[in-house]
């Protein structure tokens, strides 16, 4: 009997850590190109074992799906490991009428990141997410009290540095009152592009709404709808454009 309450003691003393802050969440979000309604995006976390799951799926919705049937499906796994969360894996399926692309990046065995749409092998490097993944990254930094951040981000084609910043609290009007969000932001001043994220604390940092702008000043926006089967009604004239 001593020998076996041994034995578990040693298991739990010496197993891995895999507790995080972030909690399980689904949440639902409203796709807009240049304010206008193209799609509906439903976004997954989940934590019940040695890996974050966070999965979405992206449906072309309103006038664009008159003209484009898209699905896409995209699942990032990290890790937490020493108080901080790291890449593991990400997938990537597209689906646009009869046209189907995908595209996947992993750990080897070399802990090397393997990149199947390139075929080429890059460094491991210092706080390394995907493009879908990094949201979970950026809500659990702010957590650990964090306001600036530098990512280095896997895209389809090449490894990319995103510097994000606290611009400042900003509050939006719900059905369900006065969310207040910290507005953080990358910006790149040779391309003009720009990746901002308003994260509501009291929804432990998720971000409510994500806009992107690229080189040719072309916008995308993610605007929340619900979360946890809870509907949510923010009002996209709350934003400002710079």
């Given at each position: 009997?001593?020998?076996?309450?041994?034995?578990?003691?040693?298991?739990?003393?010496?197993?891995?850590?895999?507790?995080?802050?972030?909690?399980?969440?689904?949440?639902?979000?409203?796709?807009?190109?240049?304010?206008?309604?193209?799609?509906?995006?439903?976004?997954?976390?989940?934590?019940?074992?040695?890996?974050?799951?966070?999965?979405?799926?992206?449906?072309?919705?309103?006038?664009?799906?008159?003209?484009?049937?898209?699905?896409?499906?995209?699942?990032?796994?990290?890790?937490?490991?020493?108080?901080?969360?790291?890449?593991?894996s990400y997938s990537y399926n597209e689906k646009k009428n009869n046209e189907i692309k995908?595209?996947?990046?992993?750990?080897?065995?070399?802990?090397?990141?393997?990149?199947?749409?390139?075929?080429?092998?890059?460094?491991?490097?210092?706080?390394?997410?995907?493009?879908?993944?990094?949201?979970?990254?950026?809500?659990?930094?702010?957590?650990?009290?964090?306001?600036?951040?530098?990512?280095?981000?896997?895209?389809?084609?090449?490894l990319k540095t995103y510097h994000i910043k606290f611009i400042e609290k900003e509050n939006?009007?719900?059905?369900?009152?006065?969310?207040?969000?910290?507005?953080?932001?990358?910006?790149?001043?040779?391309?003009?592009?720009?990746?901002?994220?308003?994260?509501?604390?009291?929804?432990?940092?998720?971000?409510?709404?994500?806009?992107?702008?690229?080189?040719?000043?072309?916008?995308?926006?993610?605007?929340?709808?619900?979360?946890?089967?809870?509907?949510?009604?923010?009002?996209?004239?709350?934003?400002?454009?710079?």
């Amino acid at each position: 009997m001593q020998y076996f309450i041994t034995i578990i003691l040693g298991f739990l003393l010496y197993s891995p850590s895999y507790s995080t802050p972030l909690k399980d969440f689904i949440a639902s979000y409203a796709l807009y190109h240049n304010e206008m309604y193209i799609g509906q995006s439903l976004r997954r976390l989940s934590t019940g074992n040695q890996f974050l799951t966070f999965s979405s799926i992206a449906e072309s919705k309103g006038i664009a799906a008159w003209f484009y049937d898209i699905t896409i499906n995209e699942e990032s796994k990290l890790q937490f490991k020493d108080q901080r969360l790291n890449f593991f894996s990400y997938s990537y399926n597209e689906k646009k009428n009869n046209e189907i692309k995908n595209y996947q990046l992993h750990l080897n065995k070399q802990e090397k990141l393997h990149n199947s749409h390139t075929n080429e092998i890059y460094p491991l490097t210092n706080n390394l997410h995907d493009t879908l993944g990094f949201t979970i990254a950026i809500m659990h930094d702010l957590q650990s009290g964090l306001r600036e951040m530098k990512y280095t981000i896997a895209e389809k084609d090449k490894l990319k540095t995103y510097h994000i910043k606290f611009i400042e609290k900003e509050n939006l009007t719900t059905n369900y009152g006065t969310i207040t969000t910290l507005k953080m932001e990358h910006y790149d001043p040779k391309t003009s592009k720009r990746f901002t994220l308003w994260c509501a604390e009291k929804l432990d940092f998720l971000p409510v709404r994500i806009r992107k702008i690229n080189h040719k000043g072309k916008e995308t926006l993610l605007n929340l709808t619900q979360f946890n089967q809870k509907t949510l009604d923010i009002p996209l004239e709350e934003e400002e454009i710079d």
